[in-house]
């Protein structure tokens, strides 16, 4: 097994962790990057893009990250509220008036961004190209009475976030999310990532498996008293592969990205918000977008939770070796961005092999284990 790229002598321990990832047949296809100070010092990736191995993967393959793009979702809402265009504490109504139908009217863009807005998902029929359209997913969540009392628990928004967040985004800015993130984080950045794929970049994509236990929360949260985040429509490890999923918007869950792309943009944050020069966002409207807002129990997947403005906070997988302000989001089945402010790294890992464990992905812990040796 060839991994290709880029490694600091420092962080020769990241790529050894790379490669055991694929010598313990854990690992398919992917990258793994750091940033440090502002400076890349790990850019690597290896294995095959499509599963039956005849694509190797390359330094600008990409792959869907899944709930990783909330994360950069949540980046760009943060520099709306840095701009003063939209307020973490006001109702979400005060932006997008027809969200107030069903007793909404007190919901607030805290609420959605932390996961306790009610809304985690569709109480009525939707199937996925419902959702893709944009269109009739918004209005449905629109018209709606919240599943549950908004502010009284935590219900992962798996899907349902991405359409909240980016509606409001819509609303004020004028421009679709990915529109937004294309124009003011990725290209500004350098940085390879994109929510709504456009198909001239298709031929980069690669083919998304489906590995062990991979779909396991899917069902155990359907089965769960608080099922909507898997229901209207079921989300479905191989839509990736589809063309019609990577073209559309599904903030929620559809970041194509490289490794790269989000270890820059984590590494921007991790620096204060300037890199290479370009100031995207303000260290305090950074630290404001990390603040702790939950931390609890998530009634769906019966586990422990902490979440910031659309940030994972406290994730176990760098808990005792990261800095008390890293902020992070993880993907389904892998994927997982991170920046550590305190010891000024930004962090990405991407992957097209989807697993399923029921605590920590040895990968993940593997790779971060080995950043945080060489620091």
């Known amino acids: 097994m060839t991994i290709e790229g880029f490694c600091d002598p420092r962080f020769a321990g990241v790529r050894e962790a790379f490669a055991w990832c694929f010598a313990e047949g854990l690992e398919h296809g992917g990258g793994v990057s750091v940033v440090a100070d502002g400076k890349t010092v790990v850019e690597l990736w290896g294995g095959h893009a499509d599963a039956a191995r005849t694509r190797p993967w390359r330094r600008d393959t990409l792959i869907n990250v899944w709930s990783s793009t909330k994360g950069i979702v949540a980046l760009a809402i943060a520099m709306l509220v840095e701009r003063g265009k939209l307020d973490y504490a006001a109702p979400v109504a005060r932006y997008w008036s027809e969200f107030a139908a069903g007793g909404k009217e007190r919901i607030t863009l805290d609420q959605v961004m932390s996961h306790r807005s009610g809304l985690n998902g569709l109480a009525v029929p939707m199937d996925e190209a419902g959702m893709l359209a944009w269109t009739p997913y918004v209005d449905a969540l629109a018209a709606m009475a919240p599943l549950w009392e908004p502010g009284s628990r935590c219900v992962y928004h798996a899907l349902s976030y991405g359409h909240l967040a980016g509606e409001v985004l819509l609303r004020v800015d004028g421009r679709s999310v990915g529109r937004f993130i294309a124009e003011e984080i990725a290209g500004p950045l350098g940085a390879d990532f994109h929510v709504g794929l456009a198909e001239p970049e298709d031929a980069r994509a690669a083919e998304m498996i489906e590995g062990p236990k991979a779909s396991e929360w899917v069902d155990f949260v359907r089965a769960s008293p608080f099922p909507h985040s898997c229901d209207n429509p079921t989300p479905s ?133 080995a950043v945080y040796d060489a620091l």
């Open 237 to 369: 490890a191989l839509a990736p592969n589809d063309r019609a999923w990577r073209a559309a918007e599904v903030p929620g869950g559809n970041g194509q990205s490289t490794a790269h792309a989000l270890a820059r943009i984590y590494g921007m944050m991790a620096a204060g918000g300037t890199f290479e020069g370009k100031r995207l966002i303000g260290r305090a409207a950074i630290e404001e977008a990390a603040r702790p807002r939950f931390r609890g129990m998530d009634d769906s997947f019966a586990l422990p939770a902490a979440f910031a403005a659309g940030y994972q906070i406290e994730d176990p997988v760098y808990g005792g070796r990261a800095s008390p302000q890293t902020f992070s989001h993880t993907g389904w089945g892998g994927a997982i961005g991170f920046a550590d402010p305190g010891a000024g790294v930004g962090f990405g890992y991407v992957t097209n092999r989807m697993l399923g464990f029921d605590d920590v992905d040895p990968r993940r812990k593997a790779l971060i284990d």
